[in-house]
């Protein structure tokens, strides 16, 4: 006479998704509670916000690794930011911006933990003045987001006149990226004119910000006057939602019953944080040959075994 195994089956719905969003929004990176001694080039590691521990680096280079790079510092109240990263290139006559192994300041952004929702706003991209030695430059802004080595598409909004924006990435091969360049003239320290707010939905864990001089007048990196002396943009704080990290495992109590045997299996999810995370259904199928025993689940915030066999 032929019987069928019973299993006692964790079929559990938990209150725990993937990658979900806490609702609740926090400073990731304050530049007021921030120190970056001025002219450092990093990697600086920032603990700031609520995610506990160390949360990002910061580093900044050029393209050939060595000049144009600057003078980096956390400066007050510029482009209407009570406190901002301003990335500024030294330029001058003994750095030659035509060649490509100087046009680019690199700031690079690595996240210790993915987050979702990251919004920054950034200011100051203008054109320069119409006097020696600014005339014919262009601020061009470059902002490219990974997760997990993988490109992820980056957004953006100009919130002010002398700012314009490419969502294909102008002339970069990459419809993922966002170029944010100078139109329209120079703007003073304390205006707004040339902010932009850039949003990455993600999950994200890497942020890149390409500082390139452009022509004056289209957007298009790597071109620009000779010597066109200090040139500068900011970045203002970072704002993000926090994500849970969920991984599952599942383990039975005997992985070789006989016939009639009754066996247990386990699943537990585990939630790495920093989020807390809600609302995921977790599922588990009885494998064919075994008889589930009726209201056997124990555990989780809501269970339901109405489709098992």
Same mark, same amino acid.
Not at 96 to 99: A, C, M, Q, R
Not at 197 to 213: E, N
């Given at each position: 006479m032929s019987r069928r195994l019973h299993v006692l089956l964790a079929v559990i719905a938990l209150l725990l998704p993937t990658l979900a969003s806490d609702p609740a929004r926090a400073e990731f990176l304050d530049w007021t509670d921030e120190v970056w001694v001025p002219g450092n080039l990093g990697p600086n590691t920032f603990s700031g916000g609520d995610l506990g521990g160390a949360q990002a680096t910061l580093a900044l280079t050029d393209a050939s690794g060595s000049a144009p790079v600057g003078w980096?510092? =956390?400066a007050p109240n510029i482009s209407g930011f009570d406190h901002s990263f301003r990335v500024r290139g030294d330029y001058s006559s003994t750095v030659?911006? $035509?060649?490509p192994a100087h046009q680019s300041i690199q700031t690079r952004i690595d996240l210790v933990a993915p987050v979702s929702n990251l919004v920054f706003a950034l200011g100051d991209i203008d054109t320069g003045s119409s006097s020696s030695p600014y005339s014919g430059w262009q601020d061009v802004v470059v902002v490219t987001a990974f997760f997990q080595g993988v490109e992820v598409?980056?957004?953006? *909004?100009?919130l002010g006149t002398a700012v314009a924006i490419d969502a294909n990435g102008n002339d970069y091969a990459t419809a993922q990226n966002l170029t944010l360049y100078? /139109? &329209?003239?120079? *703007?003073? &320290?304390?205006?707004t004119a040339g902010n932009a /707010?850039? $949003? =990455? *939905?993600?999950?994200?864990? /890497?942020?890149?910000?390409?500082?390139?001089?452009g022509n004056g007048s289209d957007g298009v990196p790597g071109r620009g006057p000779s010597n066109p002396n200090s040139q500068v943009y900011q970045i203002h704080d970072l704002v993000f939602d926090h994500q849970a990290d969920l991984s599952l495992t599942k383990t039975v109590s005997d992985t070789t019953p006989d016939l009639g045997d009754t066996i247990t299996t386990t699943i537990t999810v585990t939630n790495a944080g920093p989020a807390t995370a809600t609302g995921v259904t977790v599922r588990d199928v009885v494998p064919a040959g075994l008889t589930y025993a009726a209201g056997t689940i124990a555990g989780g915030a809501a269970r339901d075994d109405s489709a098992a066999p």
């Open positions: 980096p510092q =956390i030659d911006v $035509t060649n598409p980056v957004a953006g *909004v100009a100078g /139109r &329209n003239g120079n *703007v003073a &320290n304390g205006s /707010r850039v $949003t =990455i *939905v993600g999950p994200v864990d /890497r942020v890149v910000l390409d500082y390139h001089p």
